[in-house]
Structure formats: C-alpha cells, structure tokens
C-alpha cells in the first residue's frame, strides 16, 4: 500500500474519530443546559446524523468534480479549524440560553437553542465529506472498488469507536470540553499539513499555515478565565468539569458557599465555614423531619445509620452529624470529583462520612448495613435517573431498612402539575404502607416520606411536641420540624407505577415542564432561599 493511500485512510479514521468525538463532546456541553434526557441524546444523534448525510452527499459529488489530494487536505484543515471554534462561539450561546433558561425567558431560550444547532452545521458536514472523498481518490480501478469502500467505512468505524469513549472516559474529566475540541481539531490539522506535505503541494500549505497558529491563538486566549461567569452577587472560588457535570463553587457576600452544577439553576449544597450547622429553610433541612413520621415517642441517636443517594456537597451529612453526633452515614455520590469538592470546600471533612463514589442503585446493593433512613436527593428537574424511581428498586431500599426506617427523596413539580410526585407516591405505596409528602415553600420540590411501619402525619406533630419540650432539643430541629408539619400535603396516588420494565418518567418530565412553561407566569412563581446560619 503507497504512502497516498495509506495517509487517505488515516485521515478517514482520524474523521470518523472527530466525528464521534464531536457528537459525545457536544451532548456534555449542550447537556449543561438542555439536560441529558432519552430526548436530548436524541436530538442531538438526530442533528448529527442529519450533518452527516448532508455531507456524505456533498462530499460525494465535491469529490466528482474535484478529485484531488489538495481539494481533500483543505477540505480537511477547514473542517479541523471550524471544529476548534465550536466551544468559543458555543459557549458564549450556551451561557445565553442558561440566562434565558433561569429568567424563563421561552422565546430566549428556543432562539439560542436555534443558534446552537446551526453552529454546528458546518465543520460536522465537512467531516461528513470526508468517506465518500476518501473512496474516490483511494479507488484505483473499478475491481477494487468495493474492497476500497469496505476499508473506508471500516477504519473510519474504529475511529469512531475511539472517538465515543476517548472523550468521556479520558479527555473531558482530564482537560475539560474546550480543550477536547481543541485536540481533536489539531489531529485532523496534523493529518491535513502532512498531507499536503506529502503530495508535494507546497503552495497550499503556505496557504494554510496559518491555521495551526490560529489554534494556538485559540488555544491561548480563548482559555482564559472562567468557562461562565458565578452568578450576580458572588465570587467564583473554583470551576470544573468532570465526566458527569460543570462545577462551580461561589461565595455570597456573607461566607456562603454554594454548589452549582451545569447551567446553574439550583444550589445542590450550602456551607458557611464560620458556623457549625447551616439552616438554609431549603430541601436539605426538609430531610430532617423524616424519621419523626414514626409513632411517637420517637428519637434518633448516633448509633442509627444513614443512607445517602445523592451526596454532593455533604449538606445532609454535615446537618445530621451537628444534630445527632457522629452517626455512620453512607454517602454515595455518582460524580466522583464532587467527593473531592465537598471536602475542600464544603467542610466535608466528617470521619463518621463513608463517601463513595458510583451509582446509587448499584453501590446500595453493595451495603448490606441497616439504616433508620435512607434519603436520595438525586432527582432534579429535568434530570430524574428514572431506575431510581422504580417498584424494584425501592423494594431494595426497603430490605435494608430497620423496622422503624423512613425513605426520603426530593421529588420536582410545578404549581400546576404533580404527577410525578403522586406517580412516586404511587409506586412507594406498591412497597411501603404509608406516604407522606412536604411541600418546601419557595420551591419545586417536595420531600416524600415512605415508612416501614403504618404511619399517620399526625405522628409529626405529636413528635414535634416532644422536641420542644426537651431543653436539649438541637435547635436546628426546633425551627426546621414545625415549618416541616406546616408544609404537609395530601398524599395523592395516580394510576402510574413505575417498573424497571416501563418508568414512563421523562414523558412525565418534559409534560410537567411544557404546562408550566405554557400556562402559568413562570416568573411570579419562582421564590429564593432564606438562609440561615447557627
């Protein structure tokens, strides 16, 4: 095989890596924003695919009309330098739709997602371009056309096989989404140069040797400061992306710290390192009242154990420990780099703290303790991990709950829709034989509390009564429960019950974010924490 072919076909590898590479790359970036759904991974293999076709048919007819190395090399660098400038004119339009996305701004929100998909028309289609101008140059003669063709859409196939794990695996938690587009654009610019060096086309390589030192320009300003400004009001202390999330720690003006992830839109821990407990009137307070739906008198100790799908920051840990002292807790936590966040900047820090890193559903199958409670915050509008809101997977959380054990979880809705709660209700019902639910005001969360034993919601308040009369009482407990026994919705069950064999969730998701989005005043319904620090 001569050194022309044998460059053709590696620049149809390095293509198809690009291509795949791209694919995975965008669905992080555009996942910050629009979530990682069933739908959104759709869309986006939907519009890849779409600038794919395009190309395969462009590049067919280009490569009739031109069929020269030159042609296929330029073709080839302005595909590498148009994949390079995807994040820096992504971002800025990716940063617009998250803005739209918290001021609920639809019309806001549906141009940037326009503009987002137009971005990457271009540099997909030419890397689309790419097999078909491959088989006509590398063709010979006409027998060996079909083996041509199989090699073609082979080695391209195993760079694309190298290009949907390289990313998510390797680049991305290693460089972050900005530079991933950066060395994959520099591997196909290496494969353009040499390949007009090769073929003697000097003249066209003067001609193009601007394009390296236009991605290190790239490389060098566009990488300056933080990949999205911290919200109005604080000060960024740390920024990250890893396999699962963009990270963001800010600082209030009063010490506050809070965990951002993706676009932005919730706090998924608070810390003040100037006190020892946080009260922050909020989901993670919430989960304090749980295991008082017991028949009273009921007590807690540090001698129970916890269970805590959906670690983060280590709030709820951090919250319990201060309560009750150092009571062994399991903190599962699928993104790793969180762990390691939580303890620097979280006070995360707690020696009765198991910190594991993995998914919910599979690490709780690894620990065979008993727990008074298990609390998964790990559901958030729109993403829901709909195998952690199924039949078989809440009956495996309650073999390893004590007799008089509670599980707990932050279950999203809208002043106008419930379904997803009262699905949940529904499925908890299926396995446990009481459900009880909290509304936390100034939000779209409720807490939904299901219990070993048959349990009323009066029993909340006859256990809150017993608090207030003991002087040693935390007074976490004593502001939190009473605002918990206030909040307290009907239980309302539907017909839904989610399986591991059909969890209708995301239908149920994108309905509840359309209604609202169509038939309330987004704006006037959206309130704020009040924080406090003891």
Known sequence: MSLRITLLYIAAFFAGMATLAV???????????????????????????????????IGGRWADRSPYTKTFYTLLAWAAILTALIPFVARPALVGAGVALAQINIPGVVLWILVTIVLFIVPVTLLGCVPPFVMRLAIEDTE???????????????????????????????????????????????????????????????VHSWMPVGLTVLAVIGLQGPLKPAPPATTLLFEQETGYNYVQVVETNGGTRHLLLNEGLAIHSMYNPDFSVIETRGTWDFFMA?????????????DDRLMIIGLAGGTMALQYSAVYGPMPIDGIEIDPALIGVGEDYFGMTLDNLNAIAGDGRIEMRRLNHEYAAIMIDAYRVPYVPWHLLTVEFFE????????????????GRSPINRELIDAATATLLEVFPSVHVMDVPNTFNSIVVATVQPTE????????????????????LIDVLPLAAASLHPTQPNDIIFTDDRAPVEGIVHNLILQFLLESNPAAEIGTFETRDN
């Not at 759904?37 to 190309?55: C, E, H, P, T, V």
């Not at 989404?177 to 060096?197: D, E, H, N, P, V």
């Not at 749980?290 to 540090?302: R, V």
């Open 23 to 57: 694919e995975f790359t965008t669905a992080r970036m555009l996942g910050n924003i629009y979530g990682t759904s069933d739908i959104a991974w759709s869309g986006i293999i939907a519009m890849m695919l779409a600038y794919l076709a395009l190309g395969y048919y």
């Open 457 to 476: 919601p009066e029993n909340l308040q006859a256990n809150i009564d017993l608090l207030l009369a003991d002087e040693e009482t935390h007074p976490l």
């Open 144 to 206: 060996s056309s079909g083996q041509v063709a199989g090699v073609v859409y082979g080695v391209s196939t195993l760079g694309s096989i190298v290009g949907a794990f390289t990313p998510t695996l390797i680049l991305i938690p290693t460089f972050g989404s900005t530079r991933t587009f950066l060395i994959f654009a520099a591997g196909i610019m290496l494969i353009a140069l040499i390949g007009l060096a090769v073929e003697s086309e000097r003249r066209p390589l003067l």
């Open 396 to 411: 495996e959380g309650r073999a390893r709950l004590a007799d008089d054990g509670v599980l707990m979880m932050n279950v």
């Open 290 to 302: 749980g295991p008082y739906f017991n028949e009273a008198p009921h007590t807690m100790t540090e």
